[in-house]
């Protein structure tokens, strides 16, 4: 059926592309040898040290966040190499499962889906390996799969403490852009994205921001890489240029959004999504409903997962909201199917159209016949209306 207006893409990713950025790629593709993509390349490659905030390399592959993941995992490990990872979700579990595929030996620790990282286990872990087997801690930022984001500077504050010389490596597929994130004042050795999401862009780039401990790990790894080689990767980027064929278009669309993010400041965009995700989560207590994140220092500012009461089907309220409303949620994945949807509140977003997700969620909850309060959007507005000045003035629910 045809639905007159705008569709509200409001799952925690991919999120909507800004217009600025779907006129930015609606160019002729040109030739990646040529010298109009050297200066393109060199732009991108350059822009995106700001992003992660880095001031050593970042490599892109035409890829999704699961490639990024991979190219992680073949450029810095060995077979049989043993890493700790933890289990905060979906995501973190993929990549548990990814890791195992490689060979390498994955001490998962179990968790309830409803907390980050705890550092303090990590620390504790780490102090025990004495001999210093584990060779790299793996932790998803901002779990997309349960709007639970983890503290990554404390997490490192850990592994210093504990004098620990294993690697760190972070995913921020649904993080980077959208919550602060430092990938080098956190000490972070290799951080994985995607172009999805705070990225405002569609599919298609995957990242890595590497340390310079990274890359010496890199030199004396042994997992099998071709495609996903760094080395071929760096030594074309010096001159702009890929080792094959880039996704040049999505390069376009990636110049135009770190000029988006840069002109809004990352400090502004950073606060907008604090905002916006606290006037959910106020929508969602007014409904009466209960966040499945647990720990108000781990509340996710990218997305809102939301328990649904027992014995009503989040699939079902999904779906009512998208036939009567035009609004895609997210659904609940692996452990948390049939209990929880997910709003995502990340990427190219203003007051206006949180508001219209809100009631898209508010009314799909009505057409639905769920227990609900009504008057969450309400409270959304009155809250975003006072805080309509500065953003500084946010009460913060935690400061991370
Ligand atoms: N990690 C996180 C946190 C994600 O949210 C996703 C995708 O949603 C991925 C990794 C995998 O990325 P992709 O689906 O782009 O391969």
């Not at 050297?38 to 905030?53: I, M, N, P, Q, Y």
């Not at 102090?127 to 503290?151: F, L, Y």
């Not at 504050?157 to 956190?186: C, R």
Request: aromatic share 8%; hydrophobic share 40%; proline share 6%.
């Amino acid at each position: 059926m045809h639905h007159p207006g705008r569709h509200f893409l409001q799952i925690p990713g991919p999120t909507n592309v800004p217009d600025r950025v779907l006129r930015a790629m609606d160019r002729p593709t040109i030739d990646h040898r040529g010298p109009d993509f050297a200066h393109l390349g060199k732009e991108v490659l350059e822009g995106c040290r700001s992003l992660f905030r880095t001031s050593g390399p970042v490599v892109i592959f035409p890829s999704s966040g699961t490639g990024a993941w991979e190219a992680s995992i073949v450029n810095t490990l060995s077979p049989g190499d043993k890493v700790l990872m933890f289990e905060t979700g979906q995501f973190a579990t993929l990549w548990q499962q990814m890791s195992v595929r490689w060979g390498l030996d994955v001490e998962f620790v179990p968790g309830d889906w409803r907390h980050g990282v705890d550092p303090a286990q990590v620390e504790d872990r780490l102090a025990q390996d004495r001999s210093h087997q584990i060779r790299a801690v793996m932790v998803v930022h901002n779990e997309t799969s349960t709007g639970v984001t983890s503290r990554v500077a404390e997490v490192r504050k850990a592994i210093d403490n504990a004098q620990h010389p294993a690697l760190f490596m972070v995913d921020t597929v649904s993080s980077l852009g959208s919550l602060p994130y430092e990938h080098d004042a956190w000490g972070v050795d290799v951080t994985v994205t995607g172009s999805q999401k705070g990225l405002m862009l569609p599919p298609g780039l995957g990242f890595n921001a590497i340390s310079q401990k990274a890359l010496t790990a890199s030199k004396s790894s042994r997992l099998p890489r071709s495609y996903w080689d760094w080395q071929d990767m760096l030594e074309n980027n010096v001159a702009g240029f890929f080792p094959y064929t880039p996704a040049t278009n999505l390069l376009y669309g990636l110049r135009e959004a770190i000029a988006m993010l840069m002109e809004e400041g990352l400090e502004n965009v950073f606060s907008r999504h604090r905002r916006h995700a606290e006037a959910t989560r106020t929508a969602v207590r007014h409904w009466g409903l209960e966040m499945l994140a647990l720990d108000s220092r781990e509340y996710s500012d990218s997305l809102t997962a939301v328990l649904t009461p027992a014995g009503q089907d989040p699939d079902r309220f999904r779906k009512i909201a998208l036939e009567k409303y035009d609004i895609s949620l997210g659904t609940g994945l692996g452990k948390m199917k049939g209990k929880i949807f997910r709003i995502g509140h990340l990427g190219d977003l203003n007051d206006l159209m949180l508001i219209g997700t809100l009631a898209g969620v508010e009314m799909g909850l009505h057409a639905a016949n769920a227990p609900y309060r009504s008057g969450g959007v309400q409270a959304a507005m009155e809250f975003l209306q006072k805080q309509s000045g500065s953003v500084k003035e946010i009460p913060l629910v935690a400061v991370r």
